[in-house]
């Protein structure tokens, strides 16, 4: 058991922080003030001297803890981080989404706080920036953090300021083709929002474009109201499709793991084989959930890290950019 004059006090611990900043303004040859500017994303400093700030900080492993960002920052050391309510106990992805973001943003002494949709008036009382994910109806928080001049991003929709999303078009192409490849001719599509097929980033167009490409027509779109749960909204349209009438497809192209978990429990019911009646993919290939399921895969810890570095461009001016990450198919025994 160590004694107790061979415990560190609090003091001697922020005084080696201090210390350590010293040693950053002394290796830079600036003020102690600039380089808390350049480690807080603050105006008053040339791009070029943050850059060489942050190197030198990098070079000596300077890493204060988030709770000493946020005293250092105030509320500019925290980032909102701002949801549909319920989406986190309810979607799985959003709550994936949500651990890797938080773990990303503690990497850089970053403070995350979550918000829901109607709090994000009250944002710029407690953060200095924000990220936003989903997406409803009527979404106005663009325009209340323009206004309110608060940095922000979005993932998964896009924005004319900073956006990242993972290709969604691109991954439901190559799922589409993938079913094809194996012979299915008769192929359905389910997800939320079909009637705004106008959005050209809308996964629906990936499907389509296989199709055309294969000279195809699709045997059935199946469109879903938006919902915090979607696994249990796509099971019950899926099961009055098929109190309608006989199964007219061979194939079930799914925006969402969530949608296909749906989908294969009300074929279950119906006595219908997945995938030697219907195969059925997804896409997120959500952990656990998508174990069995055909899907496409995308990086969610990636597009946590990358969201956190597009969001430091947002909060320094940097010009506004769209960011699309890749992915890719997962063959599994659905399909």
Same mark, same amino acid.
């Given at each position: 058991m160590p004694s107790a004059? @061979?415990?560190?006090?609090?003091?001697?611990v922020a005084a080696d922080k201090s210390v350590t900043i010293h040693e950053i303004a002394k290796a830079a040859g600036v003020s102690i003030a600039s380089v808390s500017r350049a480690l807080n994303g603050k105006p008053g400093i040339? =791009?070029?001297?943050?850059?060489r700030i942050l190197q030198i900080s990098q070079d000596i492993s300077y890493q204060p803890s988030a709770a000493a960002r946020q005293l250092i920052g105030g509320k500019n050391a925290v980032v909102g981080i701002s949801?549909?309510?319920?989406?986190?106990?309810?979607?799985?992805?959003?709550?994936?989404?949500?651990?890797?973001?938080?773990?990303a943003l503690h990497k850089q002494g970053m403070v995350?706080?979550?918000?829901?949709?109607? =709090?994000? @008036?009250?944002?710029?009382?407690?953060?200095?920036?924000?990220i936003l994910l989903g997406k409803e109806p009527g979404d106005s928080r663009p325009q209340i953090l323009t206004t309110q001049q608060i940095p922000y991003i979005r993932i998964d929709q896009p924005d004319p300021g900073w956006s990242i999303m993972t290709d969604g078009v691109n991954g439901i192409y190559q799922i589409t083709r993938y079913l094809l490849s194996q012979g299915h001719s008769r192929l359905a599509f389910i997800g939320d929002a079909l009637g705004s097929k106008h959005d050209p980033l809308h996964r629906i167009h990936g499907y389509l474009r296989a199709l055309a490409e294969a000279d195809l027509q699709p045997a059935r779109q199946i469109t879903v109201p938006f919902s915090h749960n979607p696994t249990l909204v796509a099971y019950r349209h899926m099961r009055q499709?098929?109190?309608?009438?006989?199964? @007219?497809?061979?194939?079930?192209?799914?925006?969402t793991d969530e =949608?296909?978990?749906?989908s294969i429990a009300a074929f279950e019911d119906h006595g219908i084989r997945v995938?030697?009646?219907?195969?059925? /993919?997804?896409?997120?290939?959500l952990p656990?959930?998508? =174990?069995?399921? /055909? /899907?496409?895969?995308?990086?969610?810890?990636?597009?946590?890290?990358e969201a956190v570095k597009l969001l430091a461009d947002a909060i320094n001016g940097v010009a506004p950019r769209q960011v699309m990450l890749p992915v890719r198919l997962v063959h599994r025994q659905s399909a």
């Open positions: 004059k @061979d415990k560190t006090p609090a003091s001697a040339s =791009e070029k001297l943050r850059a949801m549909e309510r319920h989406s986190f106990e309810l979607r799985p992805y959003y709550n994936l989404l949500y651990r890797n973001l938080t773990l995350p706080v979550s918000f829901s949709y109607d =709090e994000t @008036d009250a944002l710029q009382q407690q953060a200095g920036s924000a499709i098929l109190q309608q009438g006989p199964l @007219d497809f061979d194939a079930l192209v799914c925006e =949608e296909a978990l749906g995938p030697e009646d219907v195969a059925v /993919t997804g896409f997120d290939d656990q959930l998508a =174990e069995n399921l /055909t /899907t496409v895969h995308q990086d969610i810890p990636e597009l946590a890290v």
